[in-house]
């Protein structure tokens, strides 16, 4: 029997997903468990497999942003009648208008293609777009099936529309009719400025052989939910940044010791550190939620690995209960994932504290902002041989930064200043992991 195929729901806070590419066409036949394309959330990028055999008949969204359990395709056998399944789609598609013309600026006899009883046929999504750019829905023409608004057209509509609305400020007008540069050429999708003649007057002159131009891409979802969570998380938390000197002599030593036996990275004796002085201080292990910390007796740790489209956090779980060699496992295991675009839902939920890693880049100081609802975050950064005075004699130590922002909403300054110093003393003397 025919049925639909849902955008799936992979996670208790995802709400929509992008289709990132169908694997098969309308037409071919698909087999249960056979991946049939690709969704992207906020947080992962995940095969979907199919859930029953048949027939791909049709596919309703091919791309684009769904919001979760909305119809994407219908599959069923070859000669099955979907006319049902159709119907169906247009009841769900269908809402009132956004925005009514006024009667006067109605052309008689013109009724707008997307138009179905005085109603507007289109997705939740795009509706949800047209909103947020302001857009008359109803002067739209809609791609979709039975001409159904999608996302994209919204999209493609609010692009025209900057074409047209281009313009020019006093300013850089003055200054091309000057370099005798058509301003047109220069303009932007927003005001034209004074450097973007001078700019064009540079390339015409030594560079008439070429056809200057900007190359646009549209930011993945991975990426836009970057932004907006790097945007909220500086508007929102109250941030001060911390940063302390360690000697990490003895935790080189401590690798060196245990490279027979296992290859441990500095990242995973770091966690493991955590793992014990996050419970010393609990708030720094906590979440702000509305007006409440939430504490806990565990410590979730999340590391952040650095991907080709963005930054992903897979989160090592009741880090405070494992041994450091399953904590090294672990951490392997998930940036393989993660470099696979293997992650679950469940592998970058549930973190209580983030640590980010870029001392192989040679980072001597950095200030990671947090991830939020967590109240900090510890950046670690470069180990360099540096001139150190003990006991009145010069000698070179291997000396590391640590970089800790922290939500002073949450944590003050002497608090996160002992656990800092707390932290250094467990690096200097990793032996006391073992009491």
Do not use: C
């Not at 419970?279 to 565990?298: A, C, Q, T």
């Amino acid at each position: 029997m025919a049925d639909f195929i849902r955008m799936p729901k992979l996670g208790l806070t995802m709400t929509e997903g992008t289709i990132a590419d169908w694997r098969k066409a309308e037409g071919d036949t698909i087999s249960s468990g056979e991946i049939i394309f690709d969704v992207e959330t906020d947080k992962i990028v995940k095969e979907f497999e199919a859930t029953a055999s048949g027939v791909l008949r049709k596919i309703i969204v091919s791309e684009g942003t769904v919001d979760v359990l909305e119809p994407i395709a219908i599959i069923g056998t070859a000669d099955e009648d979907i006319s049902a399944l159709l119907a169906q789609l247009d009841t769900e598609g269908e809402a009132p208008a956004q925005t009514q013309p006024k009667e006067e600026e109605k052309v008689k006899g013109d009724t707008p293609k997307t138009m179905h009883d005085g109603r507007i046929k289109a997705s939740p999504r795009a509706k949800k777009v047209a909103l947020e750019f302001n857009v008359d829905i109803t002067a739209v023409e809609g791609t979709g099936p039975q001409r159904a608004i999608t996302e994209k057209d919204i999209m493609d509509f609010v692009e025209k529309s900057k074409e047209t609305s281009r313009k020019i400020s006093p300013t850089p007008a003055v200054v091309a009719e000057g370099l005798e540069v058509d301003s047109s050429k220069t303009a932007k999708d927003s005001r034209s400025m004074k450097k973007d003649n001078n700019k064009f007057k540079f390339d015409e002159e030594l560079f008439k052989f070429a056809d200057p131009q900007d190359y646009r891409e549209h930011m993945s979802l991975m990426r836009q939910i970057i932004a907006k969570r790097m945007s909220e998380s500086q508007h929102i938390a109250s941030t001060v940044n911390y940063n302390q000197r360690v000697d990490a002599t003895a935790m080189q030593r401590l690798r060196e010791e245990l490279k027979s036996v296992k290859k441990i990275s500095y990242t995973d004796i770091i966690v493991k550190i955590l793992s014990k002085v996050l419970l010393e201080f609990p708030l720094l292990n906590s979440s702000l939620i509305e007006d409440e910390i939430v504490l806990r007796n565990y410590a979730n740790i999340g590391i952040a690995v650095s991907l080709p489209e963005g930054l992903i956090v897979p989160v090592v779980k009741y880090a405070n209960v494992k041994s450091l060699l399953d904590i090294s496992k672990e951490i392997k295991d998930l940036a393989e994932k993660a470099k696979n675009n293997e992650l679950k839902s469940d592998d970058v939920t549930g973190g209580t504290f983030t640590i980010t890693n870029i001392g192989m880049f040679g980072m001597e100081s950095f200030t990671p902002i947090i991830n939020q609802p967590e109240v900090a975050i510890l950046g670690i950064n470069t180990i360099q041989d540096t001139p150190m005075v003990v006991d009145g004699q010069v000698v070179i130590k291997p000396m590391m930064n640590l970089s800790l922002t922290a939500d002073h909403r949450v944590v003050d300054g002497a608090i996160a200043a002992q656990f800092v110093a707390r932290l250094k003393e467990y690096i200097e003397k990793p032996g006391l992991l073992l009491l």
